[in-house]
């Protein structure tokens, strides 16, 4: 059994500022990639920070020079600090990570449970 469980959701005035925190626990041989997606009601789900097992990181061109994304390997957890928060930022935030659970299965993918990020005007 994988968990990813997320924390640091809330409510913030714009130009505030969070950060997320992502831990992934039990059975997990490696993860090759790890980071965070973001849905809004009526909106399909989009990716916002992704990091590669090799540090390399994609990010949404909306959120570029406002949020980062970090990782740490030995914890298994992700983070993502969201500065200059805008109130289109407002959405529902996945943790996500492709996983491998033992050596000889190959890499799925694991979704968090989401935690709801608001941002007043």
């Known amino acids: 059994q994988v968990q990813l469980v997320e924390s640091g959701g809330g409510l913030v005035q714009s130009g505030g500022s969070l950060r997320l925190s992502c831990a992934a626990s039990g059975s997990i041989y490696s993860i090759l990639s790890m980071g965070w997606y973001r849905q809004s009601p009526g909106k399909q789900r989009e990716l916002v920070a992704l990091i590669q097992d090799g540090r390399d990181t994609d990010i949404a061109d909306s959120v570029k020079g406002r949020f980062t994304a970090s990782r740490d390997n030995a914890k298994k957890m992700t983070y993502l600090q969201m500065n200059s928060l805008k109130p289109e930022d407002t959405a529902v935030y996945y943790c996500?990570?492709?996983?491998?659970?033992?050596?000889?299965?190959?890499?799925?993918?694991?979704w968090g449970q989401g935690t709801q990020v608001t941002v007043s005007p």
């Open positions: 996500y990570a492709n996983i491998r659970r033992d050596s000889w299965v190959g890499f799925r993918d694991y």
